[in-house]
């Protein structure tokens, strides 16, 4: 079982960047969106990427040409699927999405096409009829800053044939990143079962009064030694990303993650901080006042 053509539905920040690193490493992309207007953003994306690579990878100007070269773009999920031997789904952490969205590509794409879900809190088993080919459906999921932070959690769920859930685990390592398999189905996987409530406390604790985002962020830089605290994260992960999971926590009745959810959208979502891809979430970018020499002084 082999890739040659990798398709990437959603270009998001994380799906620019696996799109980008999986041609980094010699693969044919293709990339999906719904509209032109998402395309342009993430060819945007992918422009900034390259500087990243270059800086933390020491990666060639001629490398990340032909890396650029390798993708093609499409608003067209017929065209963009035509020859997939992969598809990796990374669209918004929304179930209704997630379905309608592997409803309309189990119609379109080939048979020998195998879907991997992105997702970061939801589970393979929640989508597995909806791709009508359940054997062939898995997750693949990475974290932020895909280039550096190069780990590919790998998850089947029931009914994923164990030679896909092999065969996968060999792509993510022919893409640079450090396989790590999951022998059964976990809401958050490894990453996101530790890091989803370590977020979600911080948010608390601001949304609440507690403190505000740079207190608790240096708080937690100081005690543990880490290079960002939870709002610095934040913006990596996208505020968007964020405000989705918080959104279907308030949906199925939780209020304070409802509050959160509210305070995301108005304060961030709807003013355009979206976090590092807007230049401005929590902290302000390229320069955010955490990494300032006297940041973590009193």
Same mark, same amino acid.
């Given at each position: 079982?082999?890739?040659?053509?990798?398709?990437?539905?959603?270009?998001?920040?994380?799906?620019?960047?696996?799109?980008?690193?999986?041609?980094? @490493? !010699?693969?044919?992309?293709?990339?999906?969106?719904?509209? $032109? *207007? &998402?395309?342009?953003? /993430?060819?945007? +994306?992918?422009?900034?990427? @390259? !500087?990243?690579?270059?800086?933390?990878?020491?990666?060639? $100007? *001629? &490398?990340?040409?032909? /890396?650029?070269? +390798?993708?093609?773009?499409?608003?067209?999920?017929?065209?963009?699927?035509?020859?997939?031997?992969?598809?990796?789904?990374?669209?918004?952490?929304?179930?209704?999405?997630?379905?309608?969205?592997?409803?309309?590509?189990?119609?379109?794409?080939?048979?020998?096409?195998?879907?991997?879900?992105?997702?970061?809190?939801?589970?393979?088993?929640?989508?597995?009829?909806?791709?009508?080919?359940?054997?062939?459906?898995?997750?693949?999921?990475?974290?932020?800053?895909?280039?550096?932070?190069?780990?590919?959690?790998?998850?089947?769920?029931?009914?994923?044939?164990?030679?896909?859930?092999?065969?996968?685990?060999?792509?993510?390592?022919?893409?640079?990143?450090?396989?790590?398999?999951?022998?059964?189905?976990?809401?958050?996987?490894?990453?996101?079962?530790?890091?989803?409530?370590?977020?979600?406390?911080?948010?608390?604790?601001?949304?609440?009064?507690?403190?505000?985002?740079?207190?608790?962020?240096?708080?937690?830089?100081?005690?543990?030694?880490?290079?960002?605290?939870?709002?610095?994260?934040?913006?990596?992960?996208?505020?968007?990303?964020?405000?989705?999971?918080?959104?279907?926590?308030?949906?199925?009745?939780?209020?304070?993650?409802?509050?959160?959810?509210?305070?995301?959208?108005?304060?961030?979502?709807?003013?355009?901080?979206?976090?590092?891809?807007?230049?401005?979430?929590?902290?302000?970018?390229?320069?955010?006042?955490?990494?300032?020499?006297?940041?973590?002084?009193?």
């Amino acid at each position: 079982m082999t890739f040659q053509n990798v398709t990437v539905a959603g270009s998001g920040v994380l799906g620019s960047q696996i799109a980008f690193q999986t041609a980094y @490493k !010699e693969f044919k992309v293709s990339v999906y969106d719904i509209n $032109e *207007e &998402a395309i342009a953003n /993430a060819k945007e +994306r992918m422009l900034k990427l @390259k !500087e990243r690579y270059k800086q933390d990878l020491g990666a060639s $100007e *001629e &490398a990340l040409e032909s /890396a650029y070269n +390798r993708i093609s773009f499409y608003t067209d999920l017929a065209d963009a699927v035509n020859d997939a031997d992969l598809v990796i789904e990374a669209v918004p952490e929304l179930v209704d999405i997630k379905t309608k969205f592997y409803q309309q590509l189990a119609q379109v794409a080939p048979e020998k096409t195998i879907f991997a879900t992105n997702s970061s809190t939801l589970l393979p088993s929640q989508f597995a009829d909806a791709t009508g080919r359940p054997e062939k459906f898995l997750a693949l999921h990475f974290a932020n800053e895909i280039w550096v932070n190069n780990t590919a959690e790998i998850m089947k769920h029931p009914n994923t044939d164990p030679a896909v859930f092999e065969a996968i685990i060999d792509f993510a390592r022919a893409i640079g990143m450090v396989a790590l398999p999951l022998q059964k189905e976990q809401p958050g996987y490894i990453l996101n079962s530790l890091l989803v409530p370590f977020l979600e406390a911080a948010q608390m604790l601001l949304v609440n009064g507690v403190a505000d985002a740079e207190t608790i962020d240096k708080t937690w830089m100081i005690a543990t030694g880490s290079p960002k605290g939870p709002f610095a994260i934040l913006d990596v992960v996208g505020i968007n990303t964020a405000y989705n999971i918080v959104y279907a926590k308030g949906q199925a009745g939780n209020e304070q993650s409802k509050k959160v959810a509210d305070y995301l959208k108005s304060e961030y979502i709807d003013k355009g901080k979206l976090g590092t891809g807007t230049n401005e979430g929590f902290y302000s970018y390229p320069n955010p006042k955490y990494l300032e020499h006297d940041f973590l002084a009193d």
